[in-house]
C-alpha cells in the first residue's frame, strides 16, 4: 500500500481539523452522561447531532431494547435506556462499514470529576475524554474527511453511538447484531491500551444475579424457625469463588452480596452479583454449566434459588479474519509513521458483539490515553489527529480495494 494523492487530501483535511476534533470532545466530555443520567445523555445526543448535521447522512433516534435490574430485595423491575442514535449513508454500496460507539460513561451525575483540565504534561484529563468522547471525535473526523475521496461511492457507512456500553450494551446489543449482521468490516473507538497498542483476542463476559430466598424469624426467640438467606447466599458465594483456577483463563468475580437487614432477624432474602470473563466458547459453555449446576439445589435447607443474567459479550479470538485485518491496518499504520501493536485483553467492548454477530472489527481506533473508569483519566492531544488519520486511511484503502473487506467478511463467516 501507498498514500496516493487523493488519499493525501483526506489525511490533509483531518490535520487541519486538529482543534476542532480536540475541541468539540471537551465540550462533550464537560457535559455528565453517565449511563443512567437521562438529561446528561440527552443533552450529549443533542450536542452530537449538531456536529453532524453538515454530514450528507440519515441522522435518527433509534430506540434501543427495554431490559429488566434485580433490585437488593430481589424483585425484578423494567429498565428502559436511552436512544442510539444511528447514521446512514450510501446503504446500497458494494462495501458497507460499521462504525459503533458510545456516549455513556461511567461516572454518576453527583460524581465530583466532571470536567476536562490539562496536566502540566500536556495530557487531557477529564470523565470520558478517553472512553470515549474523544473517540466518537476522531470517529466523525475520519467519516468528514473520507467523503472527500473520489472513490467514496464504493463505500457505504452506517454509525451506531450507543447509550449504554459502559453497564454491558443490554439495549443496544440487537441493534449491533443486525449492523454487524449486515456489515463487511467494523471499526469501534474506544480507546487504544495506554503505550498505544490496539486490543486483540478479548475474553467473554457475563453478568450474574442469584436470588436466594429464605424465611425470617426472631434470631433469639425462634432462630432455628429461620433459614438464613445471606448464610446461603455466603455459601454459594464461596462455591461460585472457587470456580476460579479450575479451567485455564476462566475467571468469577464475586463483587456483591445485598441483603438483610436488623441484627436480631433471620435473613429472608439475600442477592449474589458476579461477573464471568472466559476466554473461548468452550470455557463460556463450562462455566455456564458450572453455574447452573451450583444454583440448581438449594445451599441452606429450606433456600430456594433463582438465577438471573448471562453471558452479554461473547469471546472475541484472533481467528483468521481478524489477524488479517489486523496486519492490513498495521501496513496503514506504517504508512502514516505509526508503529501499531496489538496485545489480548481482559476487557470486553461494542467489538465482541459485533465479532459474535459475524463481523471482523478493529475495537480501539479511539485516542490514545488511559487510566479509564477512574478520576485520573486522560487523552493526549495529538493522538486525536493520529487515530483520525488512521481511520480515513482504513476507510481510503478500502475503497481502493487495497484492504479487501469482502474477503475479511468471508473468511470470518468461514471460521464460525
Not at 79 to 90: E, I, M, V
Not at 139 to 153: I, Q
Not at 232 to 257: E, F, P
Request: hydrophobic residues 40%; negative net charge.
Amino acid at each position: 500500500m501507498q498514500i496516493s494523492p487523493e488519499d493525501q487530501i483526506v489525511l490533509d483535511h483531518v490535520a487541519a481539523r486538529r482543534d476542532a476534533l480536540i475541541g468539540r470532545a471537551i465540550d462533550w466530555a464537560n457535559v455528565n452522561s453517565g449511563s443512567r443520567n437521562a438529561d446528561g445523555l440527552d443533552r450529549v445526543l443533542g450536542a452530537i447531532e449538531r456536529s453532524v448535521a453538515h454530514l450528507p447522512c440519515t441522522v435518527e433516534r433509534v430506540e434501543t431494547a427495554a431490559s429488566s435490574r434485580i433490585e437488593d430485595d430481589g424483585t425484578e423491575v423494567p429498565l428502559n435506556f436511552a436512544p442510539a442514535l444511528k447514521l446512514t449513508l450510501r446503504p446500497g454500496a458494494p462495501v458497507q462499514i460499521v462504525l459503533t460507539g458510545h456516549y455513556d460513561t461511567v461516572f454518576d451525575a453527583d460524581s465530583p470529576f466532571q470536567t476536562v483540565g490539562t496536566r502540566d504534561d500536556g495530557a487531557l484529563h477529564g470523565p470520558g475524554i478517553a472512553d470515549m468522547k474523544g473517540g466518537i471525535s476522531v470517529l466523525l473526523g475520519a467519516l468528514e474527511a473520507f467523503e472527500l475521496h473520489p472513490d467514496k461511492a464504493r463505500v457505504g457507512w452506517s454509525v451506531l453511538l450507543s447509550p449504554d456500553e459502559e453497564i454491558g450494551s443490554p439495549g443496544s446489543a440487537p441493534l449491533l447484531a443486525e449492523l454487524g449482521a449486515r456489515g463487511h468490516l467494523g471499526l469501534t473507538y474506544e480507546p487504544s491500551l495506554p503505550d498505544g497498542s490496539l486490543a486483540g483476542a478479548r475474553k467473554g463476559s457475563g453478568n450474574f444475579h442469584v436470588v436466594v430466598r429464605g424465611k425470617s424469624a426472631h434470631a433469639g426467640r425462634a432462630y432455628h424457625e429461620g433459614v438464613n438467606a445471606i448464610a446461603g447466599a455466603a455459601r454459594l458465594a464461596t462455591a461460585l469463588d472457587a470456580l476460579n483456577g479450575q479451567r485455564d483463563g476462566v475467571t468469577v468475580n464475586v463483587a456483591k452480596i445485598s441483603g438483610g437487614g436488623a441484627l436480631n432477624v433471620v435473613a429472608d432474602t439475600a442477592v449474589v452479583r458476579f461477573n464471568v470473563r472466559v476466554p473461548d466458547p468452550d470455557a463460556a459453555d463450562w462455566t455456564l454449566a458450572q453455574i447452573q449446576y451450583l444454583t440448581s439445589r438449594p445451599p441452606i435447607e429450606g433456600a430456594t434459588v433463582h438465577l438471573h443474567g448471562g453471558f452479554t459479550r461473547p469471546p472475541k479470538p484472533m481467528d483468521a479474519a481478524q489477524t488479517e485485518l489486523f496486519e492490513a491496518v498495521r501496513q496503514a499504520g506504517e504508512l502514516l509513521n505509526q508503529s501499531l501493536r496489538w496485545q489480548s485483553s481482559g476487557g470486553v467492548c461494542e467489538g465482541n458483539n459485533l465479532h459474535a454477530a459475524g463481523l471482523p472489527n478493529i475495537d480501539t481506533l479511539g485516542v490514545v490515553g488511559g487510566a479509564i473508569h477512574s478520576d485520573q483519566e486522560y487523552a493526549w492531544p495529538d493522538s486525536f489527529v493520529e487515530r483520525a488519520q488512521l481511520s480515513a486511511l482504513i476507510l481510503c484503502k478500502v475503497a481502493s480495494g487495497e484492504i479487501d473487506a469482502h474477503h475479511l467478511k468471508q473468511l470470518r463467516l468461514q471460521s464460525r
